[in-house]
């Protein structure tokens, strides 16, 4: 029997040494190393990085994505699969390395607005996962001229590269904790629990343009058709994020690694259903290219046999279409659907949450209404470039007050309503 | 008494859920009446298209939500 | 016992001065409780101090709402309570109308909290409820005796600042509005839940109810396009380069007009896109492919339609709230009939 094993390195403290290595839960990065590795790719003209430790009195702003360092313990193979070393080879099988309780964040000069905030303390820091994260900051100048695209993924590159650099470090040294999950084809789920209900999991991935882009084993997902995989794969890097689209609801790659609908759906799997495996679509802004998709992830679910399926959103407005199709299509097939998403209600809550609605979606989890407003504290320190808070997502002309407070929607803050649900934020109506 | 008033959208499903009367099918979302993909003579002549096919729905009586073709 | 200050709101007819008759009287005060105001004295145990009422005629207040709110306003502030409390109206619908609109200026500009209490059908709910509690009641004013003790417990955990759960625990009619809140479990476990009930055959409840959108009737088609005046515009945010007028990237807070009439296409770097929901670059390349304006000058070079509007309506429709895109669309409307446009082209994104 096949198994994917997560070995978990937990990170108690970063720092920068001499040296780069992880000894007794301590990561201490050489400056100089992991900048000149970055700096290797010639759009980029500097390298600053900078930490950011729980409850410290700092933002980061703005940020793009977020990578948890991981990479594969067998030679030949590694995380990310397409972006270091060729795509042709199993991810989600063998053995992964995690750097546990810390994150690269990508920042540096705005690409564009759809960027994020952070805080590492006060109020803000309730609406982030990544606040409770012992944070290493890239913050990349690009070059002079340099295209948006070409910005983005230099960024984005060096986010992945810096994850799995760090995280190589841990290959010399024992692990604190050992996670193990069958990796099991169709025939044998079918054959040990022909009696719980077979359950897929479809996770949208939008895939829109600049900023609003997923990438499935290195491949842009634009033009992809969906994407059938076993749920480790996403633990080790099969889906890397190059969407911004909103700080609040994208899944950012460390989501994507640690999608608690995996997770969720895996601790009830030979208990009360049979998980079969995840379903990932693109989502595309022509029409027909949602229904070509939607009529896709609908096929594979029926020839898998599903009964029973999640879905969840990836963005706001038009991915809500790409959510009625294909739950018009699996309930009236008799898949029994429950969608999860996040809503825009207006700041008062009083606005209607989504841009697509069917009477088929009678089984909804929202993740929270991203418009309400928050006044965030003054930080002492900002990494980045505080001022970015007026033009990003979540912020207006004069968010930023005269003494440093910030007054925004939560929309601004990275994961605030993560669609996958790794939050607990919850929207009721009064 | 209002003004008729057409939608061109790439997505016509969301303009039906939130009533908008006539609708035509635009060419992407980044793009409702754009073709990049196309030379640029093309791409105007689509664009065109486009809004002649809208001037067109403005002059035509509906008594429900419509997706003119 | 710290007394807290009430002013309180009553119609004519509580307010003893006559029926319908008096309905057209305008607002006047007095210090200390009339009539019911006694009733929040002694259901407080005089921990209420009914400091001021005012009283008003329904017709008056109704038909001059403005008027009435800009009248009393400056009496409650003199009066400095800690509360204001309105009505209750029951099922009368002027009164009500009053009643909750008072409350949401009370809150809106003078921050101090106001309860009122009226039966759901009232217009003066509808008006009100997503800014302001209002408890309900039935319909007859018989009920009073009982209505006044529940506004003053409700009021009393308002002051207090006390947590108000939901509409069922408290009384309150329900607002139509959606808060966040932290749930015990995560988001992702309650839709795994969620789903094993629904496949169990088990009861469960959808946090999100599919909304209703409003449904407006289709306006009349142009009869003769050779003599109408046509307008361009669009959600996607096409705006002049530098956005001048800050439209919003997201939840957008206004819209804006920008003059096309010497233009026969939007350049390129003259114009760029402010919306923070699509890939900006093919528009921002040719902002023409979301605004039309080339295309739609050849038309009316060639005469398809008689003039082109001179000016384009813009905003940037990225989860900008559905209230908002209703307000904008109202204005924009009233602004392009008022000028004699016969005809609307909207793109969106």
């Keep these: 029997m096949e198994e994917f094993i997560l070995k978990r390195i937990r990170i108690r403290e970063i720092e920068f040494g001499e040296k780069t290595e992880i000894s007794g839960g301590v990561l201490s990065v050489n400056r100089e190393e992991l900048s000149d590795l970055l700096m290797e790719d010639s759009c980029i003209a500097n390298v600053d990085l900078a930490i950011a430790r729980p409850g410290e009195s700092k933002r980061i702003i703005p940020v793009k994505d977020v990578i948890e360092p991981r990479c594969k313990n067998i030679d030949g193979q590694d995380s990310f699969p397409g972006f270091f070393t060729d795509a042709n080879f199993p991810s989600g099988k063998g053995e992964t390395l995690v750097l546990d309780g810390m994150a690269v964040v990508t920042s540096g000069k705005l690409v564009n607005f759809q960027e994020g905030l952070i805080d590492m303390s006060g109020p803000g820091a309730e609406y982030s996962i990544f606040s409770r994260k012992l944070n290493l900051v890239l913050l990349i100048e690009p070059v002079k001229g340099l295209g948006k695209h070409e910005h983005e993924r230099s960024v984005r590159i060096a986010g992945l590269k810096a994850a799995h650099f760090l995280a190589s470090y841990a290959k010399k040294i024992s692990c604190d904790e050992e996670e193990r999950f069958s990796v099991s084809s169709l025939d044998k789920l079918y054959k040990k629990a022909p009696d719980l209900p077979r359950v897929v999991y479809v996770c949208q991935a939008i895939a829109q343009g600049l900023l609003h882009d997923n990438y499935f084993y290195g491949q842009n997902a634009q033009g992809c058709l969906p994407v059938l995989m076993y749920p480790t794969e996403l633990m080790d890097g099969a889906v890397i994020s190059g969407n911004c689209a909103a700080p609040c609801h994208k899944h950012t790659t460390y989501h994507h690694q640690n999608n608690p609908i995996v997770e969720d759906l895996l601790k009830e799997h030979d208990k009360n259903i049979n998980f079969l495996g995840v379903i990932v679509p693109p989502v595309r802004t022509a029409l027909a290219e949602k229904e070509r998709i939607g009529y896709q992830v609908f096929k594979l679910a029926q020839m898998m046999g599903a009964q029973g399926a999640i879905i969840s959103e990836d963005g706001g407005g038009n991915p809500e279409a790409d959510l009625m199709i294909v739950a018009r299509h699996f309930e009236k097939n008799g898949i029994k659907t429950v969608i999860i998403t996040d809503e825009y209600a207006g700041s008062d809550g009083a606005s209607p949450g989504l841009a697509d609605v069917t009477p088929e979606a009678d089984a909804v989890v929202t993740n929270g209404n991203g418009n309400q407003k928050v006044k965030l504290p003054p930080m002492d320190e900002t990494i980045g470039f505080v001022e970015t808070v007026e033009h990003i997502t979540g912020g207006h002309e004069g968010s930023l007050l005269s003494d440093g407070s910030i007054e925004m929607e939560i929309a601004g803050i990275m994961g605030s309503t993560n669609e996958l649900g790794i939050e607990n934020l919850k929207t009721i109506a009064i | 008494m209002g003004l008729p008033a057409v939608l061109i959208t790439a997505v016509p499903p969301i303009a039906l859920t939130v009533g908008a009367n006539r609708i035509i099918r635009g060419i992407a979302i980044p793009h409702p009446v754009g073709a990049p993909q196309e030379e640029p003579e093309e791409e105007f002549r689509i664009r065109k298209g486009l809004v002649e096919k809208a001037l067109k729905a403005l002059c035509t009586s509906i008594s429900e939500q419509t997706v003119f073709d | 016992m710290k007394t807290l200050k009430v002013v309180h709101y009553i119609n004519q007819f ?336």
Excluded at chain 3, 40 to 63: L, M, P, Q, W
Excluded at chain 3, 83 to 102: Q, S
Excluded at chain 3, 140 to 167: C, D, T, Y
Excluded at chain 3, 294 to 322: M, S
């Design chain 3, 14 to 349: 509580f307010g003893k001065l006559g029926g319908e008759e008096m309905a057209s009287i305008p607002p006047r005060f007095e210090d200390g409780p009339v009539g019911i105001g006694e009733l929040i004295t002694s259901s407080s145990h005089g921990e209420f101090e009914v400091v001021r009422t005012i009283i008003c005629g329904d017709n008056y207040a109704a038909e001059n709402l403005e008027e009435f709110k800009k009248v009393i306003l400056p009496w409650i502030e003199e009066a400095g309570p800690d509360l204001v409390i309105a009505g209750p109206a029951f099922a009368a619908g002027r009164y009500g109308t009053a009643c909750g609109i008072l409350c949401q200026e009370v809150e809106k500009t003078l921050g101090i909290p106001s309860v009122t209490a009226m039966h759901p059908v009232n217009p003066g709910v509808d008006l009100a409820k997503k800014d302001i509690f209002i408890l309900e009641t039935g319909d007859s004013a018989r009920q009073i005796a009982r209505v006044v003790p529940q506004m003053v417990s409700f009021a009393r955990k308002l002051v207090n600042q006390e947590k108000i759960g939901l509409p069922g625990e408290e009384g309150y009619i329900p607002r139509g509005i959606r808060i966040n809140v932290r749930d015990q479990r995560r988001g992702s476990k309650r839709a795994v839940d969620m789903l094993i009930d629904k496949l169990q055959g088990k009861n469960f409840e959808t946090e999100l109810p599919m909304p209703v959108f409003d449904r407006v009737p289709p306006a009349e088609a142009i009869s003769d396009l050779y003599e109408a005046v046509i307008a361009i515009g669009t959600e996607g945010g096409i705006v002049p380069e530098g956005n001048p007028d800050r439209i919003e990237a997201h939840n957008a807070s206004k819209w804006c007009r920008y003059s096309i009439s010497d233009l026969s296409r939007l350049e390129k770097g003259k114009y760029e896109v402010a919306h923070g929901g699509y890939d900006p670059v093919p528009a921002n390349d040719d902002p023409n492919r979301v605004l039309p304006l080339d295309a739609a000058r050849v038309c009316e070079k060639e005469k398809q339609f008689a003039r082109l509007y001179g000016y384009y309506p813009v905003t940037v429709g990225n989860v900008t709230a559905v209230r908002s895109a209703e307000k904008y669309g109202k204005e924009i409307g009233e602004m392009l009939k008022k000028d004699g446009v016969q005809g609307v082209i909207l793109t969106s994104t």
